[in-house]
């Protein structure tokens, strides 16, 4: 079984502190998605990545960056945390870079940031 | 992006009783594909069925079941006699992109509450 692991379950962050969120998935899996999750909005996407050292931005790439040094870690950053960054985060990865190739999930990381 | 909609925010059925979940999609695509995924209160999502543009049959999974319909830009899901650990969020999804890594559009999710 495909396994996503995200470092976190629940987080609490101070406005103005760097997060960084971890994502890892063992299946050697191409490509990697980061989401966020909010009530009545479904999941955005922040960023994806479909290689070592590549990432795209999503629908909602301001205030994060991503870091994809090794082909199974995926990790999503916070440079200055904001009250508005308080959500449940998805991470992602899917197997190819085609269309019709289901995602796999991680359980989820609800930051709060204070 | 080219989005799914889904008009049902909250909905809440006794168990055994038939629930339907709508999906409406947007597309200027002849070749496309549209997913269902259920979000349980653990948090992760798991994939529940992948339908392309070419294949309008209704599929059945057990007591799932979907419809897919191009004249009306639908992909319904019909859950039959429902159970309470059928109680999620559910989402539509589409991919954003005819090619490259498969990010998808997703809709605001369907909350099902099976009461027993």
């Known amino acids: 079984d495909v396994k996503v692991t995200q470092s976190s379950r629940y987080l609490v962050k101070r406005t103005g502190e760097k997060v960084f969120l971890e994502c890892v998935q063992d299946m050697d899996h191409e490509n990697m998605f980061w989401y966020r999750q909010d009530p009545g909005l479904g999941l955005r996407l922040i960023y994806f990545s479909y290689d070592v050292k590549m990432k795209e931005k999503g629908d909602i790439p301001e205030g994060y960056s991503v870091s994809r040094e090794k082909k199974e870690r995926f990790s999503l950053i916070l440079e200055s945390a904001s009250t508005n960054q308080t959500s449940m985060y998805l991470c992602?990865?899917?197997?190819?870079?085609?269309?019709?190739?289901?995602?796999?999930f991680g359980p989820g990381t609800r930051l709060t940031v204070l | 992006a080219q989005k799914v909609t889904q008009a049902q925010t909250e909905i809440s059925v006794v168990e055994k009783e038939d629930v339907t979940l709508d999906c409406v999609y947007e597309t200027r695509d002849t070749t496309y594909y549209l997913f269902w995924y259920k979000q349980p209160p653990s948090g992760e999502l798991v994939f529940l069925i992948r339908r392309n543009s070419f294949d309008e049959q209704n599929e059945i999974s057990g007591r799932y079941s979907w419809n897919f319909q191009k004249s009306t830009s639908s992909f319904n899901f019909t859950i039959t006699a429902s159970q309470v650990v059928d109680s999620a969020v559910y989402f539509c999804?589409?991919?954003?992109?005819?090619?490259?890594?498969?990010?998808?559009?997703f809709g605001t999710g369907t909350r099902l509450t099976v009461i027993p």
């Open positions: 992602a990865s899917s197997f190819e870079r085609v269309m019709y190739d289901e995602q796999f």
């Open positions: 999804a589409r991919p954003q992109a005819q090619t490259g890594a498969n990010n998808l559009f």
